[in-house]
């Protein structure tokens, strides 16, 4: 009988891969990533101010299933070469979150993530850092950039509002929010991040 707990994580995926009917290998996964699937979740749902509820443990189930169903197809997609488990299991996390929150809320808005790079996956412990940093970068914008992101990620107005505020065309809304992602992005990633 194997003891799951004390494989490391790429030696747990491969047994997870291998799976022969012992429920003990997945379990294992799930409890050992359980902490980092529900933090992500949670971040998601708070960044798009969608009160964690109930749709949490579902969310929870369905990243995981995700992951093992077809003979863990999609944990096979896992390339320790190209990231850490953790970032990955984020990623996953993230984009399930927002697709059952998508269908659950429609209301939302699910803009551009602001906080990620290339190379970052916003993990949820650094969030309150980045909302500093994107508030200090925010307070860096000329008043009419501050104007537009205040009405167009703050309030979320709609677009058609946001024309007639502002004086512009709606497609211009739209290149403007693109351009003032980018410019944040680019502050942002120049940014010196420190955590304490």
Known sequence: MTDYSQLSDQALIEACLDYDGDRKVLNEFVS????????AINWVCLRYNAQPGD????????????????????????????????????????????????????HLRFDE?????????????????????LNETVNDLTDK????YHLYFEAMAPTGQIARILNIGKDTVYSKK??????LKRRLASAPMQVN
Not at 113 to 133: G, H, Q, S, Y
Not at 145 to 148: A, M, P, R, S, V
């Open 55 to 106: 749709e949490v443990r579902d969310i929870f189930q369905s990243v995981f299933l995700g992951l093992f169903k077809n003979n863990c197809r999609n944990l096979k997609k896992f390339d320790a070469g190209k990231s850490k488990l953790s970032t990955w299991l984020i990623t996953i996390t993230r984009n399930t979150t927002i697709n059952a929150l998508k269908k659950q809320r429609p």
């Open 113 to 133: 993530e602001l906080f990620v790079t290339d190379d970052d996956t916003a993990e949820p412990l650094l969030a309150k850092e980045r909302k500093a940093l």
């Open 32 to 39: 050992r990533n359980a902490h980092v699937v529900t933090s």
């Open 178 to 183: 693109a351009k003032l992602i980018d410019k």
């Open 145 to 148: 950039d501050k104007l537009f």
